[in-house]
């Protein structure tokens, strides 16, 4: 149950943000340093194009089974997940859960 709360928790953080600052997602990475640390991997991006936020949101938004992206802006990957465990601070991180952006 602590999982979920903490899920709760850290998702109204960055909906509050996101509302807040409209350019977020692309330009201010840095400020939602979390990562999926425990989950179930739908698949991994690693061409240029998806180390922009929007590109790698709109992947998961495409697949129907896609319910949270990560981005690492240090190494440049995008890792779509079907089903997410846990979620831990990452500095140079980005994650985002499908109710947040859709």
Known sequence: ???LKNLVI???FVSVYVAVSPAFASSE???NEYEV???K?????????????????KECSRKSKCEAF???????????????????PKKGAFTSIRSEFN
């Open 1 to 3: 149950m602590s999982l």
């Open 10 to 12: 850290i998702g109204l």
């Open 29 to 31: 990475l840095s400020k």
């Open 37 to 39: 640390t425990g989950g």
């Open 41 to 57: 991997i739908l698949s991994y991006k690693t061409t240029s194009k998806y180390r922009v936020a929007e590109n790698c949101q």
């Open 70 to 88: 990560s981005i690492n802006t240090k190494g440049s990957y995008c890792v779509l997940y079907t089903s997410i465990r846990s979620i831990q």
